[in-house]
């Protein structure tokens, strides 16, 4: 319920990301790149015979109840794509995360390391560009070991690590449910990220139409999965599990964590686009 491919951080095509999923075993993928449909396509033109698409986004959003802002994600679900309010955010996203990569770019610059702007947007392919992308300059001029190093407080973790300008969360859950889908908040509680939202929040976002949590997921601990499944049942909402695939971006394994039937079929029969089939 939750993949990343070239349209976005992810290492492997729309097309090598589907076949990936057949190979794996699962009956389901979702596609949900960053602030972008434009995996949706070649995906579903490759979708090999037994297995079942959904199309999806995470969006970049933010909770402006502290200061600075906490940064979150919103995975959304089987929305209408020409939503024209949804699509002009999802590129005046994707436009403040190239321009927050360029600044990136210039303070590594400063300190003079050996980073090109130009060089990261051409490996980006004309994806949505993120940290991933830098944290591959950042090894290939041999910076640093591994993205995982990349991500570490010494660089894109803390030390250039820059805000972007995010979609408030609360109109970005409007937004994808005018447009005909179902947004569900993705690793709520992921501590080791950095800053997570208080419950509260998430109690007023379930007022304002989310649907979901994604509890199973790498970046939350035994505790944390527990604590947002018993968050869900208080609040009426359903319960996510995924890999988060990257390719080689991350380690985890595709279909590490799966979701159960039922959360399905809710996403399912809630949303406006229809489940794409093979
Ligand atoms: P951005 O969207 O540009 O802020 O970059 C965030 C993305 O970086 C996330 O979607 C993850 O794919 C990736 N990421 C975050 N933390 C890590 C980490 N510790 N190791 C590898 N990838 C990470
Ligand atoms: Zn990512
Ligand atoms: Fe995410
Ligand atoms: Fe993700």
């Known amino acids: 319920m939750h993949t990343h491919s070239t349209a976005s951080d992810g290492t492997l095509s729309p097309a090598e990301l589907v076949r990936a999923a057949s190979r794996a075993g699962l009956d389901v993928l979702a596609i949900t790149d960053h602030d972008t449909t434009a995996g949706w396509e070649p995906a579903v033109r490759a979708l090999p015979p037994g297995l079942r698409l959904i199309r999806g986004a995470e969006l970049s959003c933010r909770w402006s109840g502290t200061d600075p802002a906490v940064p979150l994600h919103l995975l959304a679900y089987l929305f209408d794509p020409h939503h024209p309010e949804l699509v002009a955010e999802l590129a005046r996203v994707r436009a403040a995360r190239e321009e927050r990569g360029e600044r990136i770019v210039a303070l590594l610059r400063a300190d003079g390391i050996d980073v090109s702007w130009p060089d990261i947007l051409a490996g980006a392919g004309g994806g949505t560009v993120g940290r991933p992308h830098i944290a591959q300059s950042l090894i290939r001029a041999g910076l640093v070991g591994s993205t995982g ?40 509680r992921a501590t080791r990220r950095g800053r997570v939202v208080p419950d509260e929040l998430i109690a007023d976002l379930a007022a304002a139409g989310l649907a979901g949590l994604e509890a199973d997921h790498e970046d939350h601990s035994p505790a944390e999965q527990a604590h947002v499944r018993a968050l869900a049942a208080e609040l009426g909402l359903l319960v996510t599990g995924s890999s988060d695939f990257h390719g080689t971006h991350k380690t985890v394994r595709l279909g590490a964590f799966t979701t159960g039937v039922e959360a399905y079929e809710r996403i399912v029969d809630a949303g406006v686009t229809e489940v794409a089939s093979g």
């Open 149 to 188: 190093e990349a991500f570490g407080p010494d660089w894109l973790g803390e030390r250039y690590r820059l805000p972007k300008e995010d979609i408030d969360v609360f109109r970005a859950v409007r937004l994808v449910r005018a447009a005909g889908g179902v947004p569900v908040f993705a690793h709520p």
